[in-house]
């Protein structure tokens, strides 16, 4: 099966159910993680984020990105480990907005926008990513958030989300702890500001 090009980003955020059930999610899941050289890598094409969510990138039992319709990025323009706003490492992601997105069919009916929630969710899938990418191990959990604030919306009209990643502390001992801020800007424009996002990964999650 490709993903290449306009297929993936059409039938995965369009018609993701036929891509993400039966034999072929359960054949993914069992595959081996990639090389151990995957932290040299700075970027990620949406093939690389679907094989994150499917346990192919940093392994089973590690971080995993959601699925479609739930992952809320198409690609992971830049990584690294000393950039961004505090030294601590920074990421760059995009989501291409189309008007048959699935979210703007029910939120709201005769007055479509993105929700809110959705916009912090990519952000704290973009800090459960960085642990990931860092070598962290076990499964990753969002934690909590300090601020939120939206200063603007997400309608059909619109054509890019990016999202920017700074990293302020990582903390990797029995429980990995990532700290960060984050920006969600629609067509250059800033419209969500967080503050102190924690995500950690768990060996067991009943360590939570």
Same mark, same amino acid.
């Given at each position: 099966?490709?993903? !290449? #090009? #306009?297929? @993936?980003?059409? !039938?995965?955020?369009?018609?993701? !159910?036929?891509?993400?059930?039966?034999? $072929?999610? +359960?054949?993914?899941?069992?595959? $081996?993680?990639?090389?151990?050289?995957?932290? +040299? *890598? #700075?970027?990620?094409?949406?093939?690389?984020?679907?094989?994150? @969510? +499917?346990? *192919?990138?940093?392994?089973?039992?590690? @971080?995993?990105?959601?699925?479609?319709?739930?992952?809320?990025? +198409? !690609?992971?323009?830049?990584?690294?480990?000393?950039?961004?706003?505090?030294? *601590?490492?920074?990421?760059? @992601? $995009?989501?291409?907005?189309?008007?048959?997105?699935?979210?703007? $069919?029910?939120?709201?009916? #005769?007055?479509?926008?993105?929700?809110?929630?959705l916009g912090l969710d990519a952000l704290w899938q973009l800090v459960g990513f960085y642990l990931g990418w860092t070598g962290a191990s076990g499964r990753g959990r969002a934690l909590g958030v300090g601020e939120v604030k939206f200063t603007g919306q997400v309608t059909p009209e619109n054509k890019l989300v990016s999202y920017h990643v700074d990293i302020r502390r990582v903390i990797n001992r029995q429980v990995a702890l990532a700290i960060a801020d984050g920006t969600m800007s629609v067509d250059g424009e800033i419209v969500y500001g967080v503050k102190n996002m924690k995500v950690g990964t768990f060996l067991s999650t009943d360590d939570m």
């Amino acid at each position: 099966m490709s993903f !290449r #090009n #306009n297929l @993936a980003s059409k !039938r995965y955020f369009e018609r993701p !159910r036929e891509f993400c059930t039966g034999t $072929e999610m +359960n054949g993914l899941a069992t595959s $081996e993680p990639l090389s151990k050289g995957f932290t +040299n *890598k #700075n970027s990620f094409v949406l093939e690389d984020l679907i094989n994150c @969510a +499917n346990g *192919k990138l940093f392994g089973l039992g590690n @971080a995993q990105l959601p699925t479609p319709p739930m992952l809320m990025f +198409n !690609r992971i323009t830049h990584i690294n480990s000393e950039g961004g706003a505090y030294g *601590k490492g920074q990421l760059d @992601a $995009e989501l291409d907005i189309k008007p048959d997105l699935w979210f703007f $069919e029910c939120h709201f009916v #005769n007055d479509p926008v993105m929700p809110g929630c959705l916009g912090l969710d990519a952000l704290w899938q973009l800090v459960g990513f960085y642990l990931g990418w860092t070598g962290a191990s076990g499964r990753g959990r969002a934690l909590g958030v300090g601020e939120v604030k939206f200063t603007g919306q997400v309608t059909p009209e619109n054509k890019l989300v990016s999202y920017h990643v700074d990293i302020r502390r990582v903390i990797n001992r029995q429980v990995a702890l990532a700290i960060a801020d984050g920006t969600m800007s629609v067509d250059g424009e800033i419209v969500y500001g967080v503050k102190n996002m924690k995500v950690g990964t768990f060996l067991s999650t009943d360590d939570m």
